[in-house]
């Protein structure tokens, strides 16, 4: 039941984006991302978290920002560390957009953020043990 349930929420949901990018197929295609955005905007663009992600490392003492470039592509890296710590343990994780999937980036800012401006976690070891 379950199983039938999901999969008729994503047929719906589909359905429902195919009726909104034809319905701008008339314009041009910014205009149709612009009609998607303006439905859709609990989700960030790439500008937007990187403009985010720029914030907090001007607010947030334990993050630096940093870009990598290889021709023209570029990826933000985002450090989080206890200042004047060597922590033992270091942890790596890879958040990217996809044609499909846009929970990803929005799961890494959401954390990046509970990190630098959560008192709880600021307390506790994580940020003194692990980089």
Do not use: W
């Not at 922590?87 to 499909?100: D, Q």
């Amino acid at each position: 039941m379950r199983g039938g349930l999901l999969r008729l929420s994503l047929i719906c949901l589909c359905l429902y984006l195919c009726l909104y990018v034809a319905a701008a197929s008339g314009s041009s295609a910014t205009d149709a991302k612009t009609v998607l955005l303006q439905d859709f905007d609990f989700h960030h663009t790439t500008d937007q978290i990187h403009h985010r992600l720029k914030q907090l490392s001007q607010s947030c003492p334990d993050l630096t920002l940093s870009e990598r470039r290889n021709g023209s592509a570029s990826i933000d890296v985002v450090t989080v560390r206890k200042k004047g710590v060597e922590p033992i343990n270091r942890v790596f994780m890879l958040f990217s957009e996809h044609a499909r999937e846009l929970i990803s980036p929005e799961t890494g800012l959401y954390m990046i953020e509970a990190l630098c401006q959560s008192p709880a976690v600021q307390e506790k070891k994580l940020l003194k043990e692990a980089k």
